[in-house]
């Protein structure tokens, strides 16, 4: 017996780029670079302006790139060109007398992608580009200048360059809006909640500008490595300002005791908190840090059950008070890892729970409401017949779902059958929607609903 293997074709570069999001995206993830670029010199009170001329020379490359995506060739060659020598001379002056050979690099490549965007139609052009806008964030990253407020722009930049490979890579595949949709915002959750957990818990080193985010200028993430008996060494390394290197090391574990991640998160939160004080941060984003700073502090409080103005009082409360913060501390973790617990039951159980709640709404919305009432009852028989493993397609019909489903049950396929003649009747005959009729097909799914999921278990035969 052999086996045929397939082998994957490779994508050529030079295939056309038809996605107009594609460019969209790629153009959004470029403005932002762009403006941590200019978030670099905000102490020369210039940052607005150089904001400003990044967004229209983004428009204009980008803006005409999404315009002239799956045109001829010849669209938007004439403003690569203007562009371009536009860009040439505003690269030789004031770029060259401005900044350094490193900067002044990267600022003529960001003018010369920006302008080669009008044409941007090829793989091959898209994957340059993407690669120019992840070079400068990393330069604009490591330098002098940046600290952590500067996610507020590589963060959405590096978020919508990963959603242009994503939409790019999967531009090919037939996938619904709304799936479309969902894996975007899955995406960008994901992304956030990496971006969290490397945040308090991966080590930085302090090379190359990496450990400029706090506490990693002083010490690497949030938990001490684990010395042996002579950890005079280690506790000389992390004495910095931070002032949480106290009694690390102690234990065979080495990692912070639930007061210690306290002290430790409390201080990296002070420390962040500095920031604020900069006069040249925008003040929309100075908010912003605030309210995001309060939000941890209250979280930091409510995990801990200990409040922001709460001290120790008295030395022989301190051993008591220490012990009621631990309890209260796995008090609410456990109470957050059962919140966790139940929303995973309850996403696993999404579309049963969505299925009472749809049959219920088609019973409310029979007698005003008769034609939503019988889509929301069709779109409650999608769901059961996915509970039970038949998954629609991409553009089937509920007819064609409905005899797509093989192994239903006789008594349920033949009262599925029969809300879907009622649906089409209405939909795509001339019978109108009435109350009855809208009743009626709810009463058919029900019926066949209870079948299948197993309240009936009589009636499966």
């Known amino acids: ?10 994508v050529d570069p030079a295939s056309p780029l038809n996605s107009r999001a594609v460019v969209a995206l790629t153009g959004m993830s470029y403005f932002f670079v762009a403006l941590g670029f200019s978030y670099l010199d905000r102490r020369f009170s210039s940052f607005g302006v150089e904001g400003f001329l990044w967004l229209t020379w983004a428009v204009l490359g980008f803006g005409a790139g999404t315009l002239h995506a799956g045109k001829p060739v010849a669209s938007g060659q004439t403003q690569w060109v203007v562009l371009g020598l536009l860009g040439f001379v505003l690269a030789l002056f004031p770029g060259l007398a401005i900044y350094n050979l490193l900067r002044w690099t990267c600022l003529t490549l960001m003018i010369v992608i920006g302008a080669r965007a009008a044409i941007l139609r090829t793989r091959r052009d898209f994957y340059l580009t993407l690669t120019v806008i992840f070079v400068v964030s990393f ?20 978020v919508f360059g990963g959603l242009a490979l994503a939409w790019e890579h999967a ?13 975007t915002l899955g995406f960008v959750g994901a992304s956030f909640l990496l971006a969290v957990v490397l945040f308090f818990f991966a080590p930085r080193p302090p090379i190359l500008g990496f450990g400029f985010l706090p506490p990693g200028t002083d010490t690497p993430g949030l938990f001490q490595q684990p010395v042996g008996e002579g950890g005079g060494r280690q506790a000389k390394g992390n004495s910095g300002s931070s002032g949480s290197g106290a009694g690390a090391g102690q234990g065979s574990a080495g990692a912070p005791q639930p ?12 420390s962040m908190r500095q920031s604020t004080a900069d006069r040249f941060i925008p003040q929309w984003q100075r908010s912003l840090m605030e309210k995001l700073l309060n939000s941890a502090q209250s979280l930091l409080g409510m ?3 200990r409040s922001a103005e709460s001290e120790a009082t008295s030395a022989d409360g301190e051993l008591t008070q220490e012990q ?32 009472g709640i749809a049959l219920g709404c088609s019973w409310l919305l029979a007698a005003h409401f008769p034609a939503q009432s019988m ?4 779109q409650a028989m999608k769901w059961c017949l996915h509970i039970q493993g038949h998954k629609r397609s991409p553009g089937q019909s509920v007819r064609e779902h409905w005899l797509a489903a093989a192994g239903i049950a006789p008594l349920a396929n033949k009262w599925l059958g029969y809300a879907v003649q009622i649906y089409c009747e209405t939909r795509f005959g001339a019978v109108s929607a009435s109350q009855q009729r809208a009743l009626n097909m709810r009463r058919a799914v029900q019926g066949a609903c209870d079948i299948l999921i197993g309240f009936a278990p009589e009636l499966k035969k």
């Open 1 to 10: 017996m052999t086996t045929t293997r397939t082998v994957p074709v490779p």
């Open 171 to 183: 531009a090919g595949v037939r996938l619904s809006r709304w799936t479309k949709m969902a894996m």
């Open 324 to 355: 009621s913060e631990s309890l209260l501390f796995k008090v609410n973790w456990l109470w957050v890892l059962v919140a966790l617990l139940a929303g995973y039951f309850l996403w696993r159980r999404r579309y049963r729970i969505g299925l």
């Open 303 to 305: 995990l801990t059950g």
């Open 139 to 158: 330069m604009v990253g490591t330098h002098g200048n940046a600290d952590w407020t500067l996610w507020f722009y590589l963060g959405p930049a590096w």
């Open 259 to 270: 007061g210690e991640w306290a002290q430790k998160w409390g201080a990296m939160l002070k």
């Open 375 to 378: 889509r929301v009852s069709a």
